[in-house]
């Protein structure tokens, strides 16, 4: 495997008939087109022993967390070889970035035994009518680790609050708030949206959760405020506050005019460690029982502990701390590989 410019293989016929496998482009102008857009990007390949190209992956550099992954093919005489998992290993290990792309239903397989965390996704105007998934193959030691960096923490439309910090035992109408609230931000933000996602304790049948849904919206780039948060304000959404500093979190709430469910927003972009240690904390405790109900018992006690000290005047992020270390030893679990 090599790092390739692709304007220097601009007329080699292997790398035109990846970039129709991958792309699929209607004419020989759109493929020009394509050919364009990839010189702008680099690229990797793999090559036979008589020096031809046997399979290409087109990539970008989004962050210092990830890179995203544009194209990916392999000529199907080389099919079954395991080419493509090794170009997104490769790509992952040099690096030492999480990898995502986005993709339609014929290569969600590949992604899943890959190892990728899944979403839904948006359409793609290229390809209209067909479903979209997000999928990141993590870099596990990204997940291990937090940034050294002050958060920059700034208040922006709210502040901090304070009150009795009350939890409810699973209640059926979280997943229809969670269903309403991303219908509402799917509609708002159209293909800016690469991922809405029910996270947090309401997202996980039989966990006991403050009745608030936690919401995580992957875009291209947190920082691009104005690529999002215009359309999430028309739709009843406040900006609550900015942590460029911590993975370029963002937070919106929906106003208390608004008629919508409380609900907590946070935006990450496309490839972020955050995003990635909440689904795979997620999915995990939907699948282990044991696990779920110690961190059940776990979010009661915390309750009970904030509750008895500080009472109307507990802060959300105490009753957290009580419960991160409960978090972190999970997570050392799970973030190992």
């Known amino acids: 495997m090599h790092h390739i410019s692709i304007k220097d293989y601009r007329d080699d016929p292997a790398i035109r008939h990846l970039l129709v496998l991958a792309a699929d482009p209607i004419d020989e102008q759109a493929l020009e087109q394509l050919l364009d857009e990839c010189q702008r990007h680099e690229a990797i390949a793999c090559f036979a022993p008589d020096g031809s190209i046997t399979a290409l992956a087109v990539f970008q550099h989004s962050d210092k967390y990830s890179l995203c992954l544009h194209y990916l093919a392999v000529l199907p005489d080389f ?43 948006s359409q793609d105007r290229r390809w209209p009518g067909i479903a979209r998934y997000l999928c990141t193959l993590p870099y596990y030691p990204l997940l291990r680790s937090q940034p050294d960096e002050d958060p ?5 439309g709210g502040q901090l609050t304070r009150g009795n910090i009350r939890i409810e035992e699973p209640q059926s109408r979280w997943v229809h708030d969670f269903e309403t609230l991303a219908d509402l931000i799917s509609t708002a933000l159209g293909e800016q949206a690469l991922a809405v996602e029910h996270t947090g304790s309401t ?28 359309a999430l304000h028309t739709a009843g959404l406040i900006f609550w506050h900015r942590e460029p500093g911590w993975y370029a979190h963002r937070m919106f709430k929906p106003s208390v005019t608004s008629g919508l469910p409380e609900a907590n927003i946070h935006v990450f972009s496309a490839g972020s460690p955050e995003y990635l ?17 110690a961190y059940a018992s776990v979010k009661r006690q915390a309750a009970a502990q904030i509750t008895a000290t500080d009472g109307q005047d507990a802060l959300v992020m105490d009753y957290n701390r009580i419960k991160e270390p409960f978090i972190l030893a999970l997570h050392a679990r799970l973030f190992s590989s």
């Open 79 to 121: 099919h079954r070889r395991g080419l493509g998992r090794a170009l997104v290993h490769q790509l992952r290990d040099i690096y030492q970035k999480s990898v995502w792309a986005t993709t339609d239903a014929d290569a969600i397989d590949f992604y899943r035994a890959l190892g990728c965390v899944i979403s839904d996704s």
């Open 203 to 230: 997202s996980v049948a039989g966990l006991p959760a403050k009745p608030l849904i936690d919401i995580t919206l992957v875009v291209l780039d947190a920082n691009d405020e104005s690529s999002y948060a215009p």
């Open 152 to 156: 920059e923490y700034e208040a922006v």
């Open 277 to 293: 240690r909440m689904m795979i904390f997620r999915d995990h405790l939907r699948r282990n029982e044991s696990d779920r109900a």
